[in-house]
């Protein structure tokens, strides 16, 4: 009761034309906008309060129940589950890594090789393959080529991301936008024949994808290689790159100290203190994870990571004596060697997304320490252990070589560093290779929907042993779905209450002053600024209903305006939040925010033009 007096009240405050129906879906859509910016809540979390929000107030919002949960079963998320599937059955056969190693053997030493080969192998594998698992396993191959041929990896890594994003505009299977945009396309077409706007075909708009990969490669080793900075050290010094000289001290436990006869845990386990006793060395013995149990001896050394302010207390109250830092392997006793140090990507879908260091019982699960932690930018490199951890996060990692094995082979962490042991189904390959193909071709050849296709190649794959049963659920990126499922009902609400034609007839108006062509220049702006700061792809649920609306107002070719928010949505190079791919470098590649606008907003101008002006040459704008 309050609450529809409370709309009646807001609705006499507005325009006859705005009803209260719209009133609602737009609080909701502003909701959703602030979420998403602000990431209060991871991005499904969100999506599915909006999905909640829709059915709960659907005397508003138009939107019930079945209809609030037709995102579950969209053929757009069922064949994203499917493409995702499909692509860590690729990734287990190593093909791609194989791919990377030959592009490493090409590229050598050379900066421009290197980038070439960066771009011109990741471009056209993410046409194919899901370009988000494809930048997942990419990360350590162009990371270690960076670092064994003397380059930054910062010169590499933001194009390694771009490049995904142009790649994923050359099929309908690239990204998950693109499939999404498919599908919303298909369902207004459905709703309003008159729109003329149907599904995506596989290769429909191939043509316009290839000059866009073709000018935004051009743009990166030209104009872009000059814009990205060097965030990391060509050397591979992880201490010297986050600077960890001040906070990693050898210290030695004198005969007259108090921890002796004490563990590790009993002496520097205290919640109180912020120090981890990362290594203890014993006559030449060394000692790594776990720690906690081993008895302190009279003249152990132990490798701290601690601030120096913790340190000088410790070393006062206890007696103990400083001895250095980490050492370089000239300044090594025969046969000893200094702990592995690795950085670690938290991708979506991981557990940690959420959790702390200290909640998760990240050391304890994985007989791991961690060093310092970036996040967005920033490192920390002390008093980490309570931070909330988000998606593109990077720990830099210390552990024995079989825990790092097992950070390797676990889902919930992209290792930005490639190691020799991990074992592939090599001779799978053929199949998957195959199975790859058949998903592509009979979509193409209109012998299946692509949804079908995707479904009988997870089939196929189970069936020829390229991927196993229990590796299905585990290939799944839920929060992806999630997302997916939640915002679908936000743009049925935004067609069903005539909110989409509002603002359409809105943006419309600006054709008294702007042609048609110029109209649609607009939509992609402002789907590219919108996906700056939100999903990509809650931005083409928002923005096809608008844009199909606006050209309908002004007679325009609908189409051409959902393809111009097609790949304004699929091509978000801005900031490291409006894609998923940029979060997986930022950490990795040392940027900062700034990187991204730097580098990414005349990339972004640019494919402005050239993507609206190949829309007008292939398919016409019309009015």
Do not use: C
């Amino acid at each position: 009761m309050f609450f529809s007096t409370l709309v009646s009240v807001v609705e006499g405050l507005v325009p006859a034309a705005v009803t209260g129906d719209m009133l609602v879906v737009f609080a909701l859509i502003l909701l959703s906008l602030v979420l998403f910016a602000t990431e209060w809540l991871p991005i499904d979390v969100t999506a599915i309060v909006v999905m909640v929000l829709l059915m709960v107030l659907e005397p508003w919002t138009r939107i019930s129940p079945q209809e609030g949960l037709s995102g579950f079963a969209s053929p757009a998320t069922i064949t994203v589950l499917a493409m995702l599937i499909l692509s860590t059955g690729v990734n287990r056969t190593g093909i791609v890594q194989h791919i990377g190693r030959k592009m490493a053997e090409y590229a050598g030493n050379s900066q421009t090789k290197q980038l070439a080969a960066t771009i011109s192998v990741t471009g056209p594998v993410s046409g194919f393959i899901n370009n988000t698992p494809v930048v997942a396993i990419l990360v350590p191959v162009v990371a270690d080529l960076a670092h064994k041929g003397k380059t930054s990896p910062s010169k590499l890594l933001m194009p390694l991301s771009f490049a995904s994003m142009l790649g994923g505009t050359l099929t309908v299977i690239g990204t998950s936008t693109n499939i999404l945009a498919s599908d919303i396309a298909a369902q207004l077409g459905r709703e309003s024949p008159g729109l003329g706007l149907h599904a995506f075909g596989m290769f429909e708009f191939t043509k316009l994808g290839v000059i866009v990969f073709a000018v935004g490669a051009v743009y990166l080793m030209t104009v872009g290689v000059r814009l990205l900075p060097k965030r990391v050290p060509a050397e591979d010094d992880l201490v010297e790159e986050y600077a960890l000289q001040e906070y990693l001290a050898d210290v030695v436990v004198p005969a007259d100290s108090s921890l002796i006869g004490q563990t590790v845990q009993e002496a520097l386990g205290s919640d109180h203190l912020d120090i981890d006793v990362l290594q203890l060395i014993r006559y030449g013995e060394q000692f790594l994870e776990p720690l906690a149990r081993k008895e302190i001896h009279e003249n152990d050394t132990l490798r701290l990571r601690t601030n120096r302010e913790t340190l000088e207390r410790i070393m006062r109250s206890e007696g103990l004596t400083f001895v250095g830092g980490p050492r370089s392997e000239s300044e090594l006793h025969p046969g000893e060697q200094e702990p592995v140090m690795v950085e670690v990507v938290v991708p979506s879908g991981s557990f940690l997304v959420g959790e702390s260091l200290a909640s998760s019982t990240f050391r304890q699960r994985y007989d791991a320490n961690v060093l310092a932690f970036r996040t967005r930018g920033k490192v920390v490199r002390d008093r980490f252990e309570d931070i909330d951890i988000r998606v593109g996060d990077t720990l830099l990692v210390q552990a024995p070589p079989d825990s790092l094995t097992r950070l390797v082979q676990n889902e919930d962490f992209i290792v930005a560093h490639e190691f020799d042991d991990v074992d592939y189904r090599t001779e799978k390959t053929p199949f998957a290779v195959a199975i790859i193909a058949g998903v592509v071709a009979l979509p193409a050849f209109n012998v299946l929907p692509i949804v079908v296709s995707a479904l009988g190649g997870v089939v196929a794959m189970i069936l020829t042993g390229v991927l196993k049963p229990n590796e299905l659920y585990k290939s799944v990126e839920w929060n992806v779905i999630f997302l997916l499922a939640g915002v679908i009902p936000l743009g049925v609400a935004l067609q069903q209450t005539g909110a989409a034609a509002l603002l359409g007839d809105a943006v419309a108006s600006t054709a008294t002053f702007l042609p048609a062509i110029g109209v649609l220049w607009v939509f992609y702006l402002a789907t590219g600024l919108l996906t700056s700061v939100i999903s990509n792809n809650a931005s083409v649920v928002l923005m096809i209903p608008v844009a199909a609306s606006a050209a309908q107002s002004i007679g325009a070719n609908a189409f051409a305006f959902v393809l111009a928010v097609t790949f304004a949505a699929s091509t978000a190079f801005m900031t490291p939040v409006g894609y998923q791919t940029n979060l997986f470098v930022y950490g990795p590649g040392g940027y900062t925010f700034s990187d991204f606008l730097r580098v990414g907003a005349p990339l972004q101008l640019l494919l402005s033009f050239v993507t609206v002006a190949g829309i007008a040459f292939f398919w016409g704008i019309g009015a």
